[in-house]
């Protein structure tokens, strides 16, 4: 999809939630989407395992605050996409039946899919999920050693703001969701659309995919 | 507020919604105080005019992207907050009713808040509640001169990634709500709580509340 293409051509979004996904995975790349959806034709579908409104909050803590998002559709009704966001967040643990909905949808639509991206602890599930056996990818530094154990047979790239292989782009920690998003819109509408968002939202880019000063932090 | 009395006594956030909020200038600051919740004392009140979901989508923007968040009181039901954060975004401008009756409850409701945080064009919510007359405050760069004239008796500072006059902390645009709320938990819960949440998030803040590479932009 070029530029051109984009402005008439719909970009078709879709968002994977689940309880206690982390708020910033999502909305600091859908912040992004949506300023280009002023500029350029984006549809965009919020996906769940129901139309319940999903919450924020990690389900194993009690006392934790969180937000509740309404779902457009459910992982089986889900439209057709181009581009499917994956965010992280306490609730991508265990095996709650919402979480391996997500993994499942993960899976089956993944071949379907122009662009798969992932924010934080997303790319978990997309590790449950198979998809990332054999390719390079990256994830959130504090959870290093919990995200990688789940498949062995991914490349993890430990010192990486985010890293794209083929056509799936992983990003690091939460507000790396926002440099992941711009490096995305960059490659996909060129770089004058991406500078307009990143001013837009006053937003000073990391534009370096290996810059990581989070990765020392954790003996990375 | 100190850090040992926020681990006990709670802190109350209020967040005021209305249709065309912007995503980020929410969920920045939502962010870092929802990961806050998990080791400290917080309640969570989001406020609109009514309990209908209150979409992101710009009212005046026919083909733009939303997502809709669920508020957990209204305006008129608004439990006793600590913490008023009022976001900015496209649906601040006009007269609709869900945007007086934001006005009317951030007038109403200032002198009995302990601090009022806004991001971007939210000041201009607060600066038509007249609640900003003989203060200093800034706001989104790129809205300068519409969110100015809204309050002659403002002393807007142009170039300021945040702004702090007695209680009152405005922030300049959308991502900058990480930076002023990051600053606020710092001066209340102390740095090294601010610290573990921006590492947390993978976030590298802007501790200088004068570094603002976005006024140069717009010639401010």
Chains 1, 2 share one sequence.
Request: aromatic share 8%; proline share 6%; charged share 15%.
């Amino acid at each position: 999809m070029t530029e051109s293409e984009g402005k008439s051509t719909p970009l078709r979004v879709g968002v994977v939630l689940f309880p206690g996904f982390q708020a910033l995975d999502v909305f600091g790349p859908l912040d992004c989407i949506n300023v280009l959806s002023w500029s350029h034709n984006v549809t965009m579908a919020l996906l769940s395992s129901t139309l319940e409104p999903v919450t924020t909050k990690p389900p194993a803590f009690a006392n934790a605050m969180g937000q509740s998002v309404v779902p457009t559709h459910t992982f089986a009704t889900a439209p057709s996409l181009d581009l499917l966001l994956v965010p992280g967040g306490l609730g991508t643990r265990g095996s709650s039946p919402a979480i391996e909905e997500a993994i499942s949808y993960i899976k089956n639509v993944y071949p379907q899919l122009k662009y798969l991206v992932t924010v934080c602890t997303g790319s978990g599930l997309a590790a449950r999920a198979g998809i990332l056996d054999g390719k390079c990818a990256t994830t959130n530094k504090m959870a290093w050693a919990e995200i990688t154990a789940l498949a062995v047979n991914v490349d993890w790239v430990p010192r990486a703001r985010w890293v794209v292989d083929g056509n799936i782009w992983t990003s690091s920690g939460v507000s790396a969701g926002i440099d992941v998003i711009l490096a995305w819109i960059e490659k996909v509408y060129g770089s004058e659309v991406a500078r307009k968002i990143s001013n837009s939202i006053e937003y000073t880019r990391h534009e370096d995919p290996s810059h990581d000063p989070f990765a020392g932090l954790h003996g990375l």
